[in-house]
């Protein structure tokens, strides 16, 4: 069965400064990769997702993140973080071949300093 | 912009009694789902649901949950005897096809206190 691991469960990151969230994946073959992002008393939002092809993909909000199929790694970044990016960060991973659900990570916790 | 809304944000119940979670999908979806984050866990697939029946569910799904669209625009979670381990944040979501190949867009969540 797949998997998903976040190691980090706080972050805290200075403003300006900036910010890569880690993600590592289990499953045998290549997965859809996901990342959400939960503002505080907001639902899950789609920040990017990876498919195929380029591993770099560009999404909203000035995040990327990069698949590495021999880290079995997605991690999300941003070149410089706003105060506004404070929220709680989900990678997530679906299968296909007819597997209806994501499977998420436990979550990153984004704390932004001024 | 459209979104998936959810009713109650926030409902407190006795142990043992049934609760029913409502959803508003996105109008034209026609796949919708439910996830569930126990506090401090991991958010968890719980019921897919396409063509008025259930397409996947997860082990968690057992007897006491099920799902029904009962008109048009609704979508319901019942869980009809809660046990205090239901307590979590339960998150409707809905895609327009399946969602592996496309996004699922989520609501804000129900909290979902059992005492």
């Known amino acids: 069965a797949q998997s998903v691991t976040q190691p980090d469960i706080h972050i805290t990151v200075s403003e300006g400064a900036s910010l890569e969230l880690r993600c590592n994946y289990s499953?045998?073959?290549?997965?859809?990769l996901f990342w959400y992002v939960q503002s505080p008393g907001q639902g899950l939002q789609l920040l990017l997702k990876?498919?195929?092809?380029?591993?770099l993909v560009q999404g909203i909000k000035g995040f990327e993140a990069e698949f590495k199929r021999s880290q079995s790694s997605f991690n999300l970044r941003k070149p410089s973080v706003h105060w506004s990016d404070a929220a709680e960060y989900f990678c997530?991973?679906?299968?296909?071949?007819?597997?209806?659900?994501?499977?998420f990570g436990k979550g990153t916790h984004l704390i932004i300093q001024p | 912009e459209p979104e998936v809304t959810q009713t109650p944000s926030h409902q407190v119940t006795q142990m043992g009694q049934e609760v029913i979670l409502r959803c508003v999908p996105i109008?034209?979806?026609?796949?919708f789902y439910w996830y569930r984050q126990i506090l401090g866990q991991k958010v968890e697939f719980l019921v897919s649901?396409?063509?008025?029946?259930?397409?996947?569910k997860s082990e968690i799904f057992d007897d006491q949950f099920s799902v029904e669209r009962p008109d048009g625009s609704n979508f319901t979670l019942k869980i009809r005897s809660t046990k205090l381990e239901d307590s979590a944040m339960y998150f409707c979501?809905?895609?327009?096809?399946?969602?592996?190949?496309?996004?699922?867009?989520f609501g804000q969540g129900t909290r979902l206190t059992v005492v």
């Open positions: 997530a991973v679906a299968t296909g071949g007819g597997a209806d659900g994501l499977t």
């Open positions: 979501a809905s895609s327009f096809r399946r969602q592996v190949n496309t996004e699922a867009f």
């Open positions: 990876y498919f195929s092809g380029d591993t």
């Open positions: 499953y045998g073959a290549t997965p859809y």
């Open positions: 109008s034209n979806h026609l796949y």
């Open positions: 649901f396409y063509n008025n029946e259930i397409s996947e």
